[in-house]
């Protein structure tokens, strides 16, 4: 099975040297990708800047660590690489802003088999019109003014009409009912097989939960558990699998 995954957050520009961004790390998303490659998948991750990186993220070593056992787990971490890092594409944004990524799923999208996407990263909502050279940093006041940008979940239909699209809906301190009828809402707007919803605010908390929304099955939960992106991913790779 051929997997599209995306992660990380992208950043709106207010002037050459300022931008706009986001708290996502992308450490779920690579997650998602690690646990496909485990599964014999071969792999598309998308990240934007700073995110971290399928196998490559766990690869720093902790120097407060025993020895004996940080060297263990880097060298099953280097095995479990060796087996997976020729069905696995790392692609980064180049710019990083919503236009680029939107390039950049439409151009794997339309050149590439794709079976299923993980929509994964936390794109931006709305970006100011940005200021050439650098505005003063003696400004007492800076205002921006901000326009919304498109969705880019809303164009892979378009792109890849039979793919099993997996969108992702976070919102903080809701009720679990008012994050679940958000969820719904977008899988229809969006178009999506499965909304993945969740709370900042679990996750924060060392809590992740997620719930699987679909567009007539009874909502799945899943979490906390240590395998999060295992469950995720086994469900979407048996859901795809029936096209």
């Known amino acids: 099975?051929?997997?599209?995954?995306?992660?990380?957050?992208?950043?709106?520009?207010?002037?050459?040297?300022?931008?706009?961004?986001?708290?996502?790390?992308?450490?779920?998303?690579?997650?998602?990708?690690?646990?496909?490659?485990?599964?014999?998948?071969?792999?598309w991750h998308v990240h934007g800047k700073n995110a971290q990186l399928p196998f490559i993220g766990r690869a720093k070593l902790d120097l407060d660590a025993d020895f004996?056992?940080?060297?263990?787990?880097?060298?099953?971490?280097?095995?479990?690489?060796?087996?997976?890092?020729s069905r696995l594409e790392i692609v980064p944004l180049a710019e990083g802003t919503v236009p680029d990524y939107a390039a950049t799923v439409e151009a794997i999208l339309t050149r590439e088999r794709i079976d299923a996407v993980f929509l994964a990263m936390a794109a931006s909502d709305f970006a100011p019109l940005p200021d050439t050279g650098k505005i003063p940093s003696d400004t007492e006041e800076l205002i921006l003014r901000c326009r919304r940008l498109p969705k880019v979940i809303r164009s892979v239909r378009d792109w890849a009409p039979d793919i099993y699209l997996v969108g992702f809906k976070l919102l903080s301190g809701v009720s679990e009912d008012a994050l679940i009828?958000?969820?719904?809402?977008?899988?229809?707007?969006?178009?999506?097989?499965?909304?993945?919803?969740?709370?900042?605010?679990?996750?924060r908390a060392g809590q992740?939960?997620?719930?699987?929304?679909?567009?007539?099955?009874?909502?799945?939960t899943l979490g906390p558990p240590d395998d999060l992106a295992g469950q995720l991913v086994e469900r979407v790779w048996r859901w795809a699998s029936k096209r």
């Open 208 to 220: 992740h939960t997620i719930h699987l929304v679909r567009p007539v099955q009874l909502t799945e």
């Open 181 to 203: 009828d958000r969820a719904r809402r977008d899988l229809e707007t969006n178009r999506a097989d499965l909304t993945v919803a969740n709370d900042l605010q679990l996750l």
């Open 1 to 43: 099975m051929n997997i599209l995954v995306t992660g990380g957050g992208t950043v709106a520009p207010i002037d050459d040297v300022r931008q706009i961004t986001n708290m996502s790390t992308g450490r779920f998303s690579a997650a998602i990708s690690e646990a496909a490659l485990q599964r014999g998948a071969k792999v």
């Open 68 to 85: 004996a056992a940080e060297s263990a787990r880097l060298a099953a971490l280097k095995t479990e690489w060796d087996a997976v890092r």
